[in-house]
């Protein structure tokens, strides 16, 4: 059954910082490239930052680059999103993603940036 489970969201005080974790199985994890994408309310979903199979590439959206680092453990079957400095912009549910052969996404973890 594969899975993709995502945690360490909540509440934050801007200028806080959270470490999300997706937590994958059922599928080979090292042969999928894979990311995290973002929903806020109202708004479409949108790519936050992609990391490769190896970890030797990474790219972010223009909005997070400096705040934001994805990395992921290939032997663990984990991603993980640091999100430092962070703005009441950066408030919405939380996806990881994994594509290659097949496409698959979790369920989410919500994060809220708010004084």
């Known amino acids: 059954q594969v899975q993709l489970v995502e945690s360490g969201g909540g509440l934050v005080h801007p200028g806080g910082s959270l470490k999300l974790s997706c937590a994958a199985s059922?599928?080979?994890?090292?042969?999928?490239?894979m990311s995290w994408y973002r929903q806020a309310p109202a708004k479409e979903r949108e790519l936050v930052a992609s990391?490769?199979?190896?970890?030797?590439?990474?790219n972010y959206a223009d909005s997070v680059k400096g705040r934001f680092t994805i990395s992921r453990d290939n032997v663990k079957k984990m991603l993980y999103l640091q999100m430092n400095s962070l703005k009441p912009e950066d408030t919405a549910v939380y996806y990881c993603?994994?594509?290659?052969?097949?496409?698959?996404w979790g369920q989410g973890t919500q994060v809220t940036v708010s004084a």
């Open positions: 990391i490769t199979t190896t970890g030797g590439s990474r």
């Open positions: 059922g599928f080979a994890f090292r042969d999928y490239a």
């Open positions: 993603r994994a594509v290659y052969l097949y496409d698959y």
